[in-house]
């Protein structure tokens, strides 16, 4: 797809305050070239498949670091199959123990990116599994 | 200080032994970059001598502990008085398990309490509302009405504890049921000590539970202050934080620019309602972050101290002394805990704990070394107290005061964070104040481009984490992390039902209502809000009249 620039969706679903991360990740992918909508805070995911659909997005960027992961990352999963939308991809960052990895993996997120990790990276797997 | 003909030779010989010693070296060990600076970023240079403080005043700029402008301490003697409180922010799950945890921090030596609560507690949800599904009880305990609360501090009298609250937009509602909890304890509020954090401005800039508009929140706020001067003389009535503010990126100087900015902002809106700043500047308090600059830490706390002084007493023109000294709180970075070889950790921890000690913090919390990855173990907080500890008992720094005043270093990063905190802070008041530049964006985007600059710095590997750029190994996944209940969200919901059947609904309803109609009006919000607790209102419904009345803060999003 030569020259159509891969959309994503950066979405802090929950309660959670913390967007730093989320806000850095944001603008290492538009720095990269990407374009970039971010949602702000206290998404629920209706809000955020609503918004993944009516932006059109390659990409869902999920970011939790309140432990939430476990109930909404599911939660959002569903619904983006219950739209027939599964073929975005979805990943998720925060604090999110190791051990609740395979359960996430499991429900279709595609990568998992905790702290410490380098935005190049990211950058990296979102290109090679936007194809 | 020196005088002139001391100061001219100084400033020879330096360029003498620059020019035959220092160039010498140069061409054999160059050094290792061209540009070292701190951990903020700020040019470091090779060497400070007098020269970096000529002209400088000692009874004008530090003068003694205990008096204007406090650069080097609010009290004359410090720690060979009494050492800083050890407050370990704690709480998870139900009321009934963070009980637990505070008893087992006081039977270890923790001197005061420090309560953290879960996110619809801290945005004014109850366990059983929508949005609170997947949070309860997940970063901080579950409460939903004076009934958790009771159970929360079930066995410590709150007569001999101080008790920290990290409650903001709905501050008013958890002091009410603390003051209730004491009643029921035989306590009066006067005799109750301890903090809330009560500071909205940094929730709009930075942390993000907020619930109202500014306007509405700066009134309970100030609702606050009024009550508490009449009712709880020795009870601090905000946090005025800078912590937050740290951990969403800010550099040290932005850290005590925004966080005096948003102090001046709170005073101005108590004066405007008819409060006198001598009456409740005494009760204010901060909260800073000790990040891992040693230095350029220590020198932070004593700039914002000397800077918070003179605000006070130039702007506010204050008389009581008390109004001058800004007291404070310190936690460490969170921001700086890695992921991996969690160990680590305990190492960051020490030194960011020595810069608060060395800066003359009056309460302390250190992180443990597994917060990255989840909410603390118990073995992984008594490293961190004891961290505290050996600081307080072996490290020999709390035997003299300020004991870092004097160094050509310490004093000019000093001098150059109030230098540059002062200008960001004129810079506000030109945008109309902090609120202004909050709903502008200015606060948040600055922060934002430090904390990309940051992130950037360590992805080019200009700055250096141990562990995570630097010395990598591979490691198994870390054992025994903290998993919080999965039931506590099931647990609260049936409690709370049961507390709806159990309870007065009939004055219940009432004391909602006239919470809803003083809510209309300028009246002092405390007493009703109070009455409602009492009668086991929950924090929701409170929190549903003040949103129906003042309705709801929307951020302004900004890449």
Redesign the interface.
């Known amino acids: 797809m030569e020259g159509k620039k891969i959309r994503v969706l950066i979405a802090k679903p929950g309660l959670d305050g913390h967007d730093r991360g989320a806000k850095v990740v944001a603008r290492a992918l538009r720095d990269a070239g990407m374009e970039v909508i971010y949602t702000g805070l206290r998404q629920t995911p209706e809000q955020i498949v609503e918004t993944a659909i009516q932006e059109d997005v390659d990409v869902i960027g999920l970011s939790i670091l309140s432990g939430a992961h476990t109930h909404l990352f599911p939660k959002i999963m569903e619904l983006l199959k219950e739209n027939n939308i599964e073929d975005i991809v979805v990943i998720g960052g925060g604090v999110i123990p190791e051990e609740d990895i395979p359960e996430l993996r499991k429900v279709g997120i595609a990568g998992i990116f905790t702290p410490g990790t380098d935005t190049h990276d990211i950058i990296k797997f979102i290109r090679e599994k936007v194809k | 200080m020196l005088d002139k003909e001391e100061m001219k030779k100084i400033k020879q010989l330096k360029k003498e032994w620059e020019n035959n010693v220092v160039q010498k070296t140069l061409e054999r060990f160059p050094e290792r970059k061209n540009k070292l600076v701190t951990g903020s970023g700020k040019e470091v240079e090779r060497l400070y001598t007098p020269v970096n403080l000529e002209g400088s005043d000692y009874n004008k700029e530090l003068n003694f502990p205990g008096q204007y402008p406090y650069t080097r301490g609010v009290q004359p003697t410090m720690y060979r008085g009494r050492f800083w409180t050890m407050r370990q922010y704690a709480g998870f799950g139900t009321a009934e398990e963070s009980n637990k945890r505070y008893k087992y921090l006081l039977d270890q030596g923790q001197t005061g309490l420090s309560v953290a609560f879960d996110?619809?507690t801290?945005?004014g949800?109850d366990s059983d509302h929508?949005?609170?599904?997947?949070?309860v009880g997940?970063?901080g305990v579950a409460i939903d009405s004076l009934k958790d609360m009771e159970m929360l501090f079930n066995g410590i009298p709150l007569d001999k504890v101080s008790t920290s609250m990290t409650i903001n937009a709905p501050a008013t509602v958890l002091l009410a049921m603390y003051i209730a909890v004491a009643e029921k304890q035989g306590i009066s509020p006067d005799k109750l000590k301890g903090t809330i954090q009560n500071d909205i401005l940094k929730?709009y800039i930075a942390?993000?539970?907020y619930i109202f508009p500014p306007a509405p929140s700066m009134r309970l706020i100030t609702n606050i202050f009024e009550f508490c001067f009449k009712e709880m003389p020795l009870w601090n009535t905000i946090s005025i934080s800078g912590y937050h503010i740290r951990?969403?990126?800010a550099t040290a100087v932005q850290e005590v620019a925004f966080t005096l900015a948003d102090g001046i902002a709170y005073v101005d809106a108590a004066i405007k309602i008819g409060l006198k700043v001598d009456d409740f500047a005494p009760r204010l308090s901060f909260f800073f972050n000790a990040h891992n600059d040693l230095l350029e830490e220590v020198a932070k706390f004593r700039a914002a101290r000397r800077l918070w002084a003179k605000i006070m007493k130039e702007r506010f023109g204050v008389k009581n002394e008390k109004s001058l000294m800004l007291r404070f709180h310190t936690q460490t970075a969170g921001?700086t805990?890695?992921?991996?070889q969690a160990d680590n950790n305990i190492a960051r921890v020490t030194i960011q704990a020595l810069a608060a000690v060395l800066g003359g913090t009056q309460s302390l919390h250190t992180n443990s070394r597994d917060e990255?990855?989840?909410?603390p173990a118990e073995d992984s907080v008594r490293i961190a107290l004891r961290t505290q500890q050996v600081l307080a008992y072996e490290s020999g720094v709390t035997e003299t005061v300020d004991p870092l005043a004097g160094s050509y270093y310490v004093e000019t990063l000093t001098n150059e964070i109030e230098k540059q905190a002062l200008e960001y802070i004129e810079r506000i008041d030109k945008l109309g104040g902090v609120t202004q530049a909050i709903e502008k964006g200015f606060i948040q985007q600055e922060i934002?481009n430090s904390?990309?600059q940051y992130?950037k710095d360590?992805?080019e590997g200009k700055r250096i984490?141990v562990g995570?750029?630097k010395f990598k190994i591979n490691e198994g996944?870390?054992k025994g992390?903290l998993k919080?209940n999965?039931e506590v969200g099931r647990k609260q919901i049936e409690e709370l039902k049961k507390l709806k059947e159990e309870r007065d609904n009939y004055k219940v309803k009432e004391n909602l209502k006239l919470l809803e109609k003083a809510a209309k009006t300028d009246a002092n919000l405390m007493p009703l809000i109070l009455d409602c607790v009492k009668s086991y209102a929950t924090l929701g419904e409170i929190c549903d009249v003040l949103r129906s009345v003042f309705g709801e803060y929307k951020?302004s999003?900004k890449?």
Not at chain 2, 130 to 135: V, Y
Not at chain 2, 372 to 375: I, T
């Open positions: 996110l619809p801290q945005i949800y929508t949005m609170s599904l997947g949070e997940k970063v929730e942390r993000g539970t951990e969403a990126g921001c805990l890695t992921a991996q990255a990855l989840a909410l934002q904390a990309y992130q360590i992805e984490v995570v750029n996944s870390p992390l919080v999965p951020e999003v890449l």
